[in-house]
């Protein structure tokens, strides 16, 4: 047979053993290890690796052909795979069955999980919602969810069928082909995934893993010049912790061990800062330089003399706060660093045009007003960024802090 035949032809056989393994997985997948790393302040990287054992008694129903199985790996959300690699222990290459070909498997299960649910004797036209659940994109959940109150309402409650098809109609099955399931195996995968809430420090990604193995192991690849200042595992429900991570980490991980009785809706929340001798010292220090350079001659000196006698002197040195601000406005950073740093950047940018704009008055022999206004204001408003400045640097997580953490 064509291998499109023997699926279909399999297919029947397929879905029974993953009806007994979907409901017990953590029965079989022994370890679940995810490391996330942020490529920018919308886009993650996932790299997963699964620990299974196939149990002896649903191998023959997992048979593709003599030397394939098809297993199922995980559930991920439906959206386009991006940059998605599937590999073995030894890191080679791994068949993955296409779309229509899951969708051949999940229709099966359906229908199988509707026939254990159904009381002897009854019968249910459940075709249109199987296929709608199937052909879903997550665009029309409202009406599925109402195809199955009707559903129950004419039949009786179907808990297993309606679980079932709520998980297919918002994620698929990632179904891999093992070439050898008569030992315990490690397949490892990684796609890039976008954030649904994106958020400048605060990030919240997904772990429906953390119910799909019977331990679950999740770290954080942190970008340089940053801190994770918390990282917690919660149930997005109820916002309970169910686990959590150092603090002030440049790589936390979360250790979860599955409950079987309790039902949860996982998700990784992680609140990000930057290292406070990277950028926010520094940046403070010139900050609190240009507010000294600007307050003690208009408090104390006579800007007009100034003015007359030392204007350019005076201006090729505040300009040369300008090109101290360079010092810690360096380009090459994360994306992610930018964006957090940029309302900082934005404070030292106006303490520098400031300090310009007070050496240009000054070399120009302004007016005795407008060389008060121009320096009074200037030293206000270099003072306040270098005080914002300075609070967020004390607020900072340390290099040395998160070396101690380790």
């Given at each position: 047979?064509?291998?499109?035949?023997?699926?279909?032809?399999?297919?029947?056989?397929?879905?029974v053993g993953f009806a007994s393994l979907l409901?017990?997985?953590?029965?079989?997948?022994?370890?679940?290890?995810?490391?996330?790393?942020?490529?920018?302040?919308?886009?993650?990287?996932?790299?997963?690796?699964?620990?299974?054992?196939?149990?002896?008694?649903?191998?023959?129903?997992?048979?593709?052909?003599?030397?394939?199985?098809?297993?199922?790996?995980?559930?991920?959300?439906?959206?386009?795979?991006?940059?998605?690699?599937?590999?073995?222990?030894?890191?080679?290459?791994?068949?993955?069955?296409?779309?229509?070909?899951?969708?051949?498997?999940?229709?099966?299960?359906?229908?199988?999980?509707?026939?254990?649910?159904?009381?002897?004797?009854?019968?249910?036209?459940?075709?249109?919602?199987?296929?709608?659940?199937?052909?879903?994109?997550?665009?029309?959940?409202?009406?599925?969810?109402?195809?199955?109150?009707?559903?129950?309402?004419?039949?009786?409650?179907?808990?297993?069928?309606?679980?079932?098809?709520?998980?297919?109609?918002?994620?698929?099955?990632?179904?891999?082909?093992?070439?050898?399931?008569?030992?315990?195996?490690?397949?490892?995968?990684?796609?890039?995934?976008?954030?649904?809430?994106?958020?400048?420090?605060?990030?919240?990604?997904?772990?429906?893993?953390?119910?799909?193995?019977?331990?679950?192991?999740?770290?954080?690849?942190?970008?340089?010049?940053?801190?994770?200042?918390?990282?917690?595992?919660?149930?997005?429900?109820?916002?309970?912790?169910?686990?959590?991570?150092?603090?002030d980490a440049d790589r936390p991980a979360v250790?979860?061990?599955?409950?079987?009785?309790?039902?949860?809706?996982?998700?990784?929340?992680?609140?990000?800062?930057?290292?406070?001798?990277?950028?926010?010292?520094?940046?403070?220090?010139?900050?609190?330089?240009?507010?000294?350079?600007?307050?003690?001659?208009?408090?104390?000196?006579?800007?007009?003399?100034?003015?007359?006698?030392?204007?350019?002197?005076?201006?090729?040195?505040?300009?040369?706060?300008?090109?101290?601000?360079?010092?810690?406005?360096?380009?090459?950073?994360?994306?992610?660093?930018?964006?957090?740093?940029?309302?900082?950047?934005?404070?030292?940018?106006?303490?520098?045009?400031?300090?310009?704009?007070?050496?240009?008055?000054?070399?120009?022999?302004?007016?005795?007003?407008?060389?008060?206004?121009?320096?009074?204001?200037?030293?206000?408003?270099?003072?306040?960024?270098?005080?914002?400045?300075?609070?967020?640097?004390?607020?900072?997580?340390?290099?040395?802090?998160?070396?101690?953490?380790?």
């Amino acid at each position: 047979m064509w291998p499109g035949e023997v699926l279909e032809d399999r297919a029947g056989d397929i879905a029974v053993g993953f009806a007994s393994l979907l409901t017990r997985q953590a029965a079989w997948r022994h370890r679940r290890v995810e490391t996330i790393t942020v490529l920018s302040h919308e886009l993650v990287r996932r790299s997963v690796s699964v620990d299974f054992t196939v149990p002896a008694e649903h191998r023959d129903d997992l048979r593709l052909s003599e030397r394939e199985w098809v297993v199922p790996l995980a559930l991920l959300a439906k959206r386009p795979l991006a940059h998605f690699d599937l590999r073995m222990e030894d890191m080679a290459s791994v068949p993955l069955l296409r779309s229509e070909e899951t969708q051949l498997i999940g229709r099966e299960l359906l229908y199988l999980m509707l026939d254990l649910d159904l009381e002897e004797g009854v019968e249910a036209d459940a075709g249109g919602l199987i296929e709608r659940v199937l052909a879903t994109n997550g665009d029309d959940l409202a009406a599925i969810d109402a195809g199955l109150a009707a559903l129950e309402e004419r039949v009786g409650p179907v808990p297993g069928f309606a679980a079932l098809a709520e998980r297919l109609a918002r994620g698929f099955l990632l179904c891999a082909v093992v070439g050898d399931v008569d030992r315990r195996r490690v397949l490892k995968f990684a796609y890039d995934e976008p954030l649904d809430r994106p958020d400048r420090v605060a990030h919240f990604y997904d772990a429906p893993g953390c119910t799909e193995a019977a331990s679950y192991h999740a770290e954080v690849d942190v970008p340089d010049e940053m801190r994770a200042r918390t990282s917690e595992l919660v149930d997005n429900r109820t916002g309970a912790v169910l686990a959590s991570g150092p603090r002030d980490a440049d790589r936390p991980a979360v250790y979860y061990v599955a409950d079987t009785g309790r039902q949860v809706q996982p998700g990784l929340s992680v609140k990000y800062g930057t290292e406070r001798g990277r950028f926010l010292v520094p940046a403070a220090l010139v900050a609190w330089v240009i507010a000294l350079e600007l307050a003690l001659p208009w408090l104390f000196a006579d800007l007009s003399h100034l003015a007359a006698s030392a204007g350019p002197a005076i201006s090729v040195l505040l300009s040369s706060s300008a090109i101290f601000s360079g010092l810690v406005l360096r380009s090459g950073e994360h994306p992610l660093v930018r964006i957090v740093l940029a309302p900082y950047r934005l404070c030292l940018a106006a303490a520098t045009l400031c300090a310009i704009v007070a050496g240009a008055v000054l070399a120009f022999r302004a007016t005795s007003g407008a060389l008060e206004l121009a320096w009074g204001l200037g030293a206000l408003v270099a003072a306040a960024a270098a005080g914002i400045l300075t609070m967020e640097a004390a607020r900072a997580p340390s290099a040395r802090a998160a070396e101690r953490v380790r």
